[in-house]
Structure formats: structure tokens, C-alpha cells
């Protein structure tokens, strides 16, 4: 399976056997972790695997969101030090990780509600002064057997997240839509001209999300990240660069301008 294929096979799984991968899939987790793209340069992240994953469920709360404490024998703790688009960043480079797992057959989970200090000092006690917690990524292997036989979970239509179309980026945003997000929130949209996407962030918090907006809202900007990921991924396995950066965009009501996405030849004409 390649990251294409993981785009539409992958599903959060919060249900894992409590047997703990092999030494050889634990080594490319570690070797996928390694490799893994930056979405803006200059940004400082840090992704730290724990084998032992009882160390890390031993500190979390047993309420994570509204799914509950998950089983997994494993963790990412992802750390990053705060500048403008960093949680953006994370979101970018951890799916490709996360994608190239999936690949593999593990199974996954993007978890914000645990990325607390106490959490990740127990488990990882050299994370940098100038560093902030941001996801753990759960994994191990899925209870049910298989990634395939998990429901996906609802997604916003193509026309609700593309309100004014899709221009040359239909299977990018297709791809896009599938993109994993905080509470299922689907926060990214998309508006397309020629040759490039403007995207935006619609941070709405549904009413059991309330007491934690604040949180919810830097969750959203991981997830644009992840979004971002997707695209960058269809576009590449069309033999198309993409070049993502912010620029000039239109404000638009209740919609935060993020960034944009043009294709490489766009720029230099
Ligand atoms: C940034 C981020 C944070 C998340 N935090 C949690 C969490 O704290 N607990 C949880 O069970 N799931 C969490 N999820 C998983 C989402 O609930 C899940 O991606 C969404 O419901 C869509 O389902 P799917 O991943 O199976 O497609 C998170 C996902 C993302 C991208």
C-alpha cells in the first residue's frame, strides 16, 4: 500500500491488541519518523516514540475526548516549539507518518486531548525547555483485525468544504475531505482559482466541545496541516509540485485566512 492508498484506507482506531509490534515494525516507525516532510522551513518538532506504552496510559486521564482511555501498546508524543505555523507544521509532516503506518498495516490515532506536560514529562522527560506538547499518535495493531473493517466516519460534502468548486485540484480536495480532524470537525476549507487553492479555517465549536474551545481551536490548525498533507501527497503522485505558502487572499466571512496552494509552474509564470 502507498500513501494514496492509506488516504482512503486509514481510520482512527481507539481499540488495539495489547500484543506490542515487532522489533523490525518498531525499527520503521522509527525510520518513517525520520523521513518525514516539513510543510514551512525554520519550524522545530520533535516526534518521540514510546516502546513502553504502559508508562504513557498509566498518566493519561481515562477520558480522551468523548472516546475514552486507548488501549495502544505504543505512542508518538509530538512536541514543537510555538511560531506561526507551527501546529500547522505538525499536522503536515505527522500524516505522512501516520499514512506510511497505515501502509504498513498498523493501525493509529491522532489523540489532542492528551498532549498535556504531565503526560508526555513522565514518558519523555528531555523535552526541550522552549518545546510545547501538541498530539499524541497512538499505534499498535487494531482489535478488530483490520483497518478496513472499521466504519469510516462522516464527512462534510465535497460542495460544503468547496463551496465555489474545485478548479484543478479535484483530487487533492477529494483527498483532502478523507483528512482526519479533531472531534471530526473538518475545519479546512477551500476555495480554488487558477492554478491555486486558498484555504481557509472555520473554527465553530459544537456545543460538547465548548468547555474546550480554546483547545479545540489549536487542534483545528493541526488539522489544516493534515489537509494540507493530502493534497501535497495527490499532487505529487500526479507529477505535479505544489508550493504552499501564505499570500494575499480575500477575507471571507467567518472564515480565517491560512494559506495557499499553488502549483509549482504558477509561481513562475
Ligand atoms: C488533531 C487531532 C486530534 C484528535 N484528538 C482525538 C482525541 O483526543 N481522542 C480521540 O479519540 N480521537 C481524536 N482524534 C481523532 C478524530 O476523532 C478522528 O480523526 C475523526 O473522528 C475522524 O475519524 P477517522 O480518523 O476514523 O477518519 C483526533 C484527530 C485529530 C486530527
Redesign the pocket.
Request: with cysteine; hydrophobic share 35%.
Given at each position: 500500500m502507498n500513501r494514496l492508498e492509506a488516504i482512503q484506507d486509514?481510520?482512527?482506531t481507539?481499540r488495539f491488541t495489547p500484543q506490542p509490534l515487532t522489533l523490525e515494525q518498531l525499527v520503521a516507525v522509527h525510520n518513517v519518523l525520520r523521513g518525514i516532510p516539513a510543510l514551512y522551513d525554520g519550524h522545530d518538532m520533535r516526534a518521540v516514540v514510546i516502546e513502553d506504552g504502559e508508562c504513557v496510559r498509566s498518566v493519561m486521564s481515562g477520558f480522551?475526548?468523548s472516546?475514552g482511555k486507548?488501549s495502544a501498546p505504543h505512542f508518538v508524543l509530538v512536541t514543537a516549539a510555538e511560531k506561526p505555523g507551527w501546529l500547522e507544521n505538525v499536522?503536515f509532516a505527522i500524516e505522512h507518518a501516520v499514512l506510511d503506518m497505515t501502509a504498513m498495516g498498523i493501525a493509529t490515532?491522532?489523540?489532542?486531548?492528551?498532549a498535556t506536560r504531565e503526560v508526555f514529562e513522565v514518558a519523555d522527560p528531555d523535552i526541550p525547555a522552549d518545546h510545547t506538547p501538541v498530539?499524541v499518535i497512538a499505534f499498535g495493531s487494531a482489535k478488530t483485525g483490520g483497518l478496513l473493517h472499521?466504519p469510516?466516519?462522516g464527512r462534510k460534502t465535497l460542495e460544503e468544504i468547496a463551496p465555489d468548486g474545485v478548479g484543478d485540484f479535484g483530487e487533492a480536495l477529494a483527498a483532502a475531505r478523507?483528512a482526519?480532524?479533531?472531534?471530526?470537525t473538518q475545519p479546512t476549507r477551500f476555495f480554488a482559482g487558477s492554478g491555486l487553492v486558498d484555504v481557509y479555517a472555520s473554527f465553530r465549536t459544537p456545543l460538547i466541545y465548548r468547555a474546550r474551545a480554546d483547545h479545540l481551536q489549536l487542534?483545528n490548525q493541526?488539522?489544516i496541516g493534515?489537509a494540507l498533507a493530502h493534497i501535497s501527497i495527490v499532487e505529487k503522485a500526479c507529477g505535479r509540485e505544489v508550493l504552499i505558502a501564505p499570500g494575499d487572499a480575500p477575507e471571507r466571512p467567518e472564515l480565517h485566512y491560512m494559506t495557499t496552494v499553488r502549483h509549482a509552474t504558477q509561481e513562475l509564470a
Open positions: 486509514r481510520r482512527s481507539r480522551v475526548g472516546y486507548p499536522g490515532c491522532w489523540i489532542g486531548g492528551q498530539v472499521l469510516r466516519t478523507l482526519p480532524s479533531a472531534g471530526n487542534m493541526v488539522d493534515i
